[in-house]
Nanobody
Framework: QLVESGGGLVQPGGSLRLSCRAS????????IGWYRQAPGKEREGVSC????????YYTAAVVGRFTISRDNAKNAVYLQMDSLKFEDTAVYYC????????????????WGQGTQVTVSS
């Protein structure tokens, strides 16, 4: 089971740090992706990090603002979100897969329940 935390309400331009932790298995065997889903929209891939943490990928909308990282010793993956915009408002999910070769949500085997991020003034 994956568990996200760190969501909340933040003003535009602010920052949040999301965490993804695993219960019952080790994250270091998986690539971890972050996805988000806004009301009325499809779930979209935001970022992915490979198993050793040497490669990371971002969707164009968050490049330069979001940073994914992992600490395999703590069995955790993080998404640092800076310069947040209104359009970043969504439920954010972490998910596990064999690698980061696909943005399709169906490629990911395990999902968390999500954490709400709301950017509002």
């Amino acid at each position: 089971q994956l568990v996200e935390s760190g969501g909340g309400l933040v003003q535009p331009g602010g920052s949040l740090r999301l965490s993804c932790r695993a219960s019952g298995f080790s994250l270091d065997a998986f690539a971890i992706g972050w996805y988000r889903q806004a009301p009325g929209k499809e779930r979209e891939g935001v970022s992915c990090i490979n198993t050793p943490g040497t490669n990371s990928y971002y969707t164009a909308a968050v490049v330069g603002r979001f940073t994914i990282s992992r600490d395999n010793a703590k069995n955790a993956v993080y998404l640092q979100m800076d310069s947040l915009k209104f359009e970043d408002t969504a439920v954010y999910y972490c998910a596990a897969a064999d690698d980061c070769s696909s943005w399709s949500p169906t490629y990911y085997d395990y999902w968390g329940q999500g954490t709400q991020v709301t950017v509002s003034s």
